[in-house]
Nanobody, 113 residues
Framework: QVQLVESGGGLVQPGGSLRLACAVS????????MGWFRQAPGKERELVAT??????NYPDSVEGRFTISRDNAKNTVYLQMNSLKPEDTAVYYC????????WGQGTQVTVSS
């Protein structure tokens, strides 16, 4: 069984930065495909970033602003978010694939002046 617990959300002004963290329980973390999704009110959940091993992928909407990373010694995946925009406001969910999808409970990120 895999459990994901996010932290690090909050309120930030446009142009600011936040770092989200996702602590993962379970074995074989280093082989898990990890990622972050987000869901804004009234919108579908969308992919923000994925990382498999050391290889990361991003959609155009966050490319160059967001960086996903992992610390296999701490069983933790991070999402560094820079140059935040109001349209980045959403609930951010940690995700992993380990024979099935697993999701965290979500953490709110609000970008507003």
């Amino acid at each position: 069984q895999v459990q994901l617990v996010e932290s690090g959300g909050g309120l930030v002004q446009p142009g600011g930065s936040l770092r989200l963290a996702c602590a993962v329980s379970g074995s074989f973390f280093s082989s898990m495909r990890m990622g972050w999704f987000r869901q804004a009110p009234g919108k579908e959940r969308e992919l923000v970033a994925t990382i498999t091993g050391g290889s990361a992928n991003y959609p155009d909407s966050v490319e160059g602003r967001f960086t996903i990373s992992r610390d296999n010694a701490k069983n933790t995946v991070y999402l560094q978010m820079n140059s935040l925009k109001p349209e980045d406001t959403a609930v951010y969910y940690c995700w992993c694939w380990n024979a099935r999808n697993y999701w965290g409970q979500g953490t709110q990120v609000t970008v507003s002046s």
